[in-house]
């Protein structure tokens, strides 16, 4: 088992690698001689990333009185290790193409994903967490392993869409049973080969199953109950056709009450075709 | 927390009377128990990013049961049909997602209707 979740990453040259342009932005904020300047030029020097993050600064969500008009503004305003963030997220998006869409359209499962982001970062900020765009990027990635299956096994995948929707399983457990793990343990083993911050490689590695993070329990709760929200709602799919169930105790981890509900579904149904249209545009 | 009395912002409205202090999650007082609550006051408690609040004489249940009375009862049962089916997996009894249930019902039938 372990060998073939290894072998599907590896042979998977596409996307075993991250796009240059997020090393050097890495390696820049990690830098401490580097300045936020040196920053912007690695960011600028990449149009379509520079394109993508100005739309998404300047979108409703973020509702900056003015218009945000450089990559250097958006570093004062937002933060360097937010935007470095964001340039990540929505780079991701770009590695994933040629996946046979008649499975899961891409619209549709970037959707999901960009909802789930969005729910994380607004359950973050209810519970007052500092640094919401880790949030974001936790949810928006949370399904990715779900990609590699698709585009690596379709045949399986197919198959096993098909026998999860008609037979009413969920979609987790009809790929623990077929291939011996599910995209959670897919999905996180390819961040961590990435280096993607421990808590969001946490948070996507456990988010069905929210109690076995040990070390990021809030930022995995977080993810395991923005991605309820996201399935309720029906906002895109990443293939699931149903709520993916509350692992025990973990909503009362949150410490919220359930009267933000109202407000943050609200929240998505205004906010997430805004991102969507930002993020997915000319991907 | 006693969820009799407490309901959501958007169920509030002008001339209703609070039952305990609203506080903000920093600790300001917003409105005081005993206070009748305003239009003015709602736009405020919207603002500080409020959710609920604890009013006299209310119960929850009464005011969802009011909700959902007002929907044509064809597209109710079709809506709840349709959730149920969504929330297949799901815990109906736990409050959270009793809650998520209960807005994407509505939300559906909205989408009926």
């Not at chain 2, 929907?71 to 809506?79: F, S, T, Y």
């Amino acid at each position: 088992m372990g060998y073939r979740l290894r072998e599907l990453l590896e042979s998977y040259d596409e996307i075993s690698s991250l796009p240059m342009i997020f090393y050097r932005i890495s390696e820049a904020v990690n830098d401490p001689r580097a300045s936020m300047a040196d920053i912007g030029k690695i960011i600028s020097d990449d149009p379509g990333l520079t394109v993508r993050l100005l739309r998404v600064v300047n979108s409703a969500f973020y509702g900056f009185p003015s218009k945000i008009g450089t990559i250097t503004q958006a570093l004062v305003i937002i933060g360097t290790r937010q935007l470095c963030d964001l340039a990540l997220g929505t780079s991701v998006i770009t590695l994933f193409k040629g996946i046979p869409e008649d499975l899961v359209t891409m619209e549709s499962f970037w959707r999901h994903s960009i909802t789930c982001g969005i729910a994380a970062e607004t359950l973050a900020a209810y519970r007052r967490e500092t640094n919401l765009e880790r949030f974001f990027v936790a949810g928006m990635i949370h399904d990715i392993g779900r990609l590699v299956i698709y585009k690596k096994m379709s045949q399986e995948a197919q198959e096993m869409l098909l026998r999860c929707k008609s037979s009413g399983a969920l979609l987790f457990l009809g790929e623990r049973e077929a291939i011996g793990f599910d995209h959670a343990t897919l999905g996180s083993t390819l961040l961590r080969s990435w280096n993607l911050p421990p808590g969001i490689v946490e948070a996507v590695a456990f988010h069905h199953q929210p109690r076995e993070a040990k070390h990021y329990p809030i930022e995995t709760a977080v993810v395991h109950v923005a991605d309820i929200i996201a399935n309720a709602i029906q906002s895109g799919s990443s293939g699931e056709c149903f709520v993916p169930p509350l692992d025990e105790g973990v909503w009362e981890i949150l410490g919220l009450s359930t009267s933000i509900l109202s407000s943050t579904l609200d929240h998505l149904e205004r906010h997430v075709n805004d991102m969507a249209h930002s993020i997915l545009i000319e991907r | 927390m006693i969820e009799m009395g407490v309901i959501n912002l958007e169920d509030i409205e002008s001339g209703m009377i609070l039952c305990r202090d609203i506080i903000s999650k920093n600790g300001l007082v917003l409105l005081k128990a005993g206070q009748e609550i305003t239009e003015k006051n709602l736009g405020i408690l919207r603002i500080w990013g409020i959710t609920e609040a604890d009013i006299k004489g209310i119960d929850k249940e009464e005011i969802l049961d009011k909700k959902t009375a007002e929907i044509d009862p064809r597209i109710l049962e079709e809506a709840t049909t349709k959730a149920r089916e969504i929330f297949r997996h799901t815990d109906l009894g736990h409050p959270f997602i009793k809650e998520l249930f209960r807005l994407v019902m509505l939300r559906l039938a909205r989408d009926l209707s």
